[in-house]
Nanobody, 126 residues
Framework: QVQLVESGGGSVQSGVSLRLSCAASADTYSCMGWFRQPPGKEREWVGAIDSNGRPYYAAFVKGRFTLSQDNAKKTLYLQMNSLKPEDTAMYYC??????????????????????WGQGTHVTVSS
């Protein structure tokens, strides 16, 4: 069974950093990324990495977030710096599909991602 398990969320003060992790059960995913859902709002795409390891980011990230992956550990990371209260959200790891490859700009619609983790909550207070 394909599984994605997030970790690393928590409650922090504005300006600090957090690193989220997403551990995958499958050997390969075509494209993995992160979404977030702020309280009372719709889920939004944060960023994703294609099969070449190239990261793509939503405009609101503005250099504060960095995606990386450890293929040996089958883990995707989201380093979040200079956190703001508006970053408060449930953060979800997602994958397009297992196996195969995806090159270039990834989809930004949540319905296009087949696999999802349970989410990890991030709260940023001012």
């Amino acid at each position: 069974q394909v599984q994605l398990v997030e970790s690393g969320g928590g409650s922090v003060q504005s300006g600090v950093s957090l690193r989220l992790s997403c551990a995958a059960s499958a050997d390969t995913y075509s494209c993995m990324g992160w979404f977030r859902q702020p309280p009372g709002k719709e889920r939004e795409w944060v960023g994703a990495i294609d099969s070449n390891g190239r990261p793509y980011y939503a405009a609101f990230v503005k250099g504060r977030f960095t995606l990386s992956q450890d293929n040996a550990k089958k883990t995707l990371y989201l380093q979040m710096n200079s956190l703001k209260p508006e970053d408060t959200a449930m953060y979800y790891c997602a994958a397009l599909y297992s196996g195969g490859a995806w090159y270039g700009p990834p989809p930004m619609n949540d319905w296009e991602y087949k696999y999802w983790g349970q989410g990890t909550h991030v709260t940023v207070s001012s």
